[in-house]
């Protein structure tokens, strides 16, 4: 698609999305934690990493991709109890590509409810827009607007974070937000952006069924920036502590389908289908989205593979 029409095309896009792509969505967000919470950082008392890739709107030229590389660890750090983690994000929206890269610190306290995480997030985000135009032959156009990069423009600002997370073995709940300090980046006089505050609160109780083979974990996102909101409602089953099947919905958007299994003791991976139900689906095919984590526990039980999602 040529991008004069893209441009015009994404901005009605992005209108019918529940809330601004400037945080990119994910179906696992139960496994995306540490990407809007620090505080989440250490809590799972094991080292963690994961890889995923989100694909949405399938088949709707310019819509968004996002990879992300996530790694977190509790460990001690001139003697107090403390959580370590690391996100590398990209996330492409039509002309647009935002890179954004932080590390995560987190304060673990035990309380009588759970292990507390009170954690910050300090990096650096890089945004780049392709500014050069193509432009159908034949046609008088105008592209003279000084609201629109004229070339390609890449800018970096620096991103802070802050978030409280508290697990316990049946329940986990968050509090956070992201952008703490609203960073502009300019790309011409009068071209300008910025990131907005986003606030996250989420949580989740796992219930043991009467079949100890299985167990119920419902669970709830919701985030804001106070301009748009978005909801995310998911159960999931998990059977003998390695196979996981769940449904959501995210409110005025869709439902979400997934599933995923320990390859072995301590790989998971998995799959996410979201079915669009907003305007969006006339145009998509949907949205897919896989993961693959690596997850051991550290400390006496160093050897100690993880085998259950309920850590999570």
């Known amino acids: 698609m040529k991008k004069l029409f893209c441009f015009s095309f994404l901005l009605i896009i992005f209108n019918l999305a529940a809330i601004a792509q400037q945080d990119p969505q994910f179906s696992f967000y139960k496994l995306t934690q540490l990407t809007n919470n620090p505080g989440y950082a250490g809590t799972s008392r094991a080292i963690s990493g994961l890889i995923l890739n989100r694909t949405q709107w399938s088949g709707l030229d310019g819509a968004p991709t996002t990879k992300v590389l996530s790694a977190e660890s509790s460990t001690e750090l001139w003697g107090v ?8 994000i990209r996330d492409e929206l039509g002309f647009q590509k935002t890179t954004l890269v932080n590390f995560n610190y987190a304060y673990l306290v035990q309380t009588d409810w ?25 046609g ?10 004229s070339d390609n423009v890449s800018q970096v600002a620096i991103d802070i974070g802050f978030g409280l997370y508290l697990k316990a073995p049946n329940y986990f709940a968050g509090i956070s937000v992201t952008h703490l ?6 790309f011409a006089d009068d071209a300008y952006d910025f990131y907005v505050r986003h606030f996250y609160f989420t949580g989740g109780y796992t219930i043991q069924t009467t079949n100890p083979l299985f167990t119920l974990q419902p669970s709830i996102l919701y985030r804001t920036d ?23 919905y995210r409110i005025n958007e869709g439902l979400i389908i997934q599933l995923s299994v320990e390859l072995q003791s301590g790989i ?21 989205e896989l993961f693959l984590s690596y997850s051991f526990a550290i400390g ?11 850590y999570l």
């Open 226 to 248: 106070l301009a748009g909101s978005q909801t995310d409602l998911n159960v999931d089953v998990t059977y003998n502590e390695r196979f996981t099947g769940g449904i959501g």
């Open 181 to 186: 300090n609203q960073a502009e980046i300019s």
């Open 114 to 138: 759970g292990d507390l995480g009170i954690g910050t997030a300090l990096g650096f985000f890089n945004k780049a827009i392709d500014g050069v135009w193509d432009v159908p032959s034949g």
């Open 140 to 149: 008088n156009y105008n592209l003279s607007d000084d609201y629109l990069p």
């Open 268 to 288: 998971k991976g998995g799959y996410a289908y979201d079915l669009t139900t907003s305007a969006l689906g006339s145009y998509s095919s949907g949205t897919h």
């Open 81 to 88: 109890k403390s959580g370590i983690g690391l996100n590398v």
């Open 300 to 310: 006496k039980g160093r050897n100690k593979k993880y085998k259950s999602v309920r």
